[in-house]
């Protein structure tokens, strides 16, 4: 008989906004701080805002200029690479209960426990075994955090999403049984792990309005509606996941790719928007041979200015040989870049991704390949990585680099598209 499984699912309340208030020596449930880079513009969004602040209606992902100017705010430059620091503090602190296998880290903030096999061993219950990590989190670092219980992975997420934060304890439990009793009629349903804005205006259109209302409707109809998603939603309408944090561990995706993007700061025409693409290829190219990877083949997406009504352009192109050769990859990604970007139209966004990536061990070659001169780039390339890694990435650079409309110097400044604080 399959044994029932008890998760926790831990998240640190405000997080970032909490880690700037710990390092300035302030209380982050009573401070009013957003974290937000003010040097770009007032219409930069925050990263994250205090309790206080929301507290106050203020929505946690808004713009600068929606706080209200009569408000006495800190406004903290965000520092990425200080709250990844934070962060493996925190899953350190979480090793100290669960063994790794046992862990499923869903986010910088956020994490997924099974706690099935430890409660007998601590001689706890889950609420318990929660309360001592929560304290143990709060007294290392200064970090408040908030939990969810579930008898799965998909009710311990709706447990801290939905039931924690009107609990005195931050804690929620649910089982299947309370969670068709409680939040059966819960409204809205976007408040619900998985259920985005396009399926909610999708079940309405059928006077589909609660998770009892999707658990009560016809599944044929819920498979015209939505093909194959729908199994997933009609198993959460009625509190199931049969996932497991093993099945997470040992899931291996039948394709690998990396990928970078970037939201400019302002308009860039058609020659500046393939200089930050050239930089983008090269970066990325690097990336590649830092992890023993090579790729054949590569898209692009190009987003053009807001001011104009434009489709993004898209399209991919087939790499001569499978490699992660910087000259190679960069005379593709222009040929694919000519290929399909409008040059009358101001560029704003652009993703870049390398697909089909697998271990340079089986890199392949043309007629027209010459190994030799691959061998000298890449020599120059691990030589370039090392300097990076040893002085900082903007330690040695390429010519492009420093023309006008260069990002790669500030980009190297950042982390996930934030200042790291370095």
């Known amino acids: 008989m399959k044994k029932d499984r008890t998760y926790i699912c831990i998240d640190l309340k405000s997080f970032y906004a909490s880690v700037e208030c710990v390092e300035r020596g302030l209380d982050p449930l009573t401070t009013n701080l957003a974290v937000a880079d003010a040097e770009r513009t007032e219409k930069t969004i925050c990263l994250a805002i205090t309790p206080s602040l929301k507290a106050m209606g203020i929505p946690n992902r808004c713009r600068l200029f929606q706080i209200p100017k009569h408000l006495d705010f800190i406004t903290a430059k965000p520092r990425m ?7 493996a503090n925190i899953y350190a ?52 955090a908030t939990c969810g219980i579930g008898t799965n992975l998909y009710l311990a997420k709706i447990a801290l999403d939905i039931t924690a934060k009107h609990l005195d304890d931050h804690i929620g439990f649910l089982d299947e049984e309370t969670y068709c009793k409680t939040l059966w009629n819960h409204k809205p349903l976007s408040d619900f792990w998985r259920v985005g804005a396009g399926t909610v205006k999708r079940l309405e259109k059928y006077g589909i309005f609660t998770m009892k209302d999707i658990a009560q409707t ?37 394709h690998n790719s990396i990928g970078s993007g970037q939201v400019l700061g302002c308009d860039y025409d058609y020659e500046k928007g393939k200089l930050i693409i050239k930089e983008m290829a090269d970066l990325l190219c690097l990336e590649l041979l830092d992890k023993g990877l090579v790729t054949d083949s590569i898209s692009l997406q190009i987003g053009y200015s807001n001011q104009e009504n434009h489709e993004h352009s898209r399209g991919s192109i087939k790499v001569r040989i499978t490699t992660n050769s910087a000259k ?4 593709a990604v222009e040929e694919l870049y000519d290929r399909i970007v409008d040059r009358n139209c101001p560029i704003r966004r652009a993703y870049l991704s390398y697909n089909n990536v697998i271990d340079e061990a089986y890199q392949e070659y043309d007629l027209f390949t010459d190994p030799a001169e691959l061998e000298r780039e890449r020599k120059i390339q691990k030589a370039m990585l ?27 400044k950042q982390i996930g598209g934030h200042r790291s604080g370095d």
């Not at 190679?328 to 005379?331: D, L, Q």
């Not at 300097?387 to 190297?412: D, P, Y």
């Open 81 to 87: 690479q200080l709250y990844i620091e934070y962060s």
């Open 93 to 144: 602190i979480y090793l100290k209960y669960v063994d790794k296998d046992d862990i499923h880290v869903y986010s910088i903030d956020e994490a997924f426990l099974d706690v099935t096999d430890y409660l007998a061993m601590y001689q706890m219950t889950a609420q318990e075994l929660a309360v001592k990590i929560m304290q143990d989190v709060m007294d290392t670092t200064g970090i408040t």
């Open 218 to 254: 016809e599944e044929d109809l819920l498979y015209r509606i939505f093909g194959i998603d729908a199994e997933l939603l009609i198993d959460h309408a009625w509190g199931r996941e049969t996932t497991t944090i093993a099945d997470i561990k040992a899931f291996k995706p039948k």
């Open 328 to 331: 190679v990859i960069r005379e």
């Open 386 to 412: 090392d300097i990076k890694k040893k002085f900082g990435k903007n330690a040695i650079l390429k010519g492009m680099n420093l023309e006008e409309g260069s990002t790669t110097i500030e980009r190297n």
